[in-house]
């Protein structure tokens, strides 16, 4: 079992930055990929990036490539996502989410890849 709390979600305006944090309880979690998503009103969860657990590879959205940055710290148990030049459009609710073993890189782009999911972090950029 894991369970995810998200952190440092907030209100910023365009161009500035924001740190999410994602605190994971249980044993699995560095053996788990972990992903970020993100779902705005009206529309439907969409994948931001991801990390493995064995390489450290990432994966990102077009959307957020070269602005956004994930990373995982499996001392605290931790993930995070370094979000700068924020837009306007990357408002939205923010989760993380957590594909314990046995784990599927060539699946972590998509929703049921993922077993646990975070409450969620609004993250609201102001024009």
């Known amino acids: 079992q894991v369970q995810l709390v998200e952190s440092g979600g907030g209100s910023v305006q365009a161009g500035g930055s924001l740190r999410l944090s994602c605190a994971a309880s249980?044993?699995?979690?560095?053996?788990?990929?972990m992903g970020w998503f993100r779902q705005a009103p009206g529309q439907e969860r969409e994948f931001v990036a991801a990390i493995s657990w064995s390489t450290g590879t990432t994966l990102y959205a077009d959307s957020v490539k070269g602005r956004f940055t994930i990373s995982r710290d499996n001392a605290k148990n931790t993930v995070y996502l370094q979000m700068n030049s924020l837009k306007p459009e990357d408002t939205a609710v923010y989760y993380c989410?957590?594909?314990?073993?046995?784990?599927?890189?060539?699946?972590?782009?998509?929703?049921?890849?993922?077993?646990?999911w975070g409450q969620g972090a609004q993250v609201t950029v102001s024009s």
């Open positions: 249980g044993r699995t979690f560095s053996r788990s990929h």
């Open positions: 989410a957590a594909d314990p073993p046995p784990t599927n890189w060539g699946r972590v782009m998509t929703l049921d890849a993922y077993q646990y």
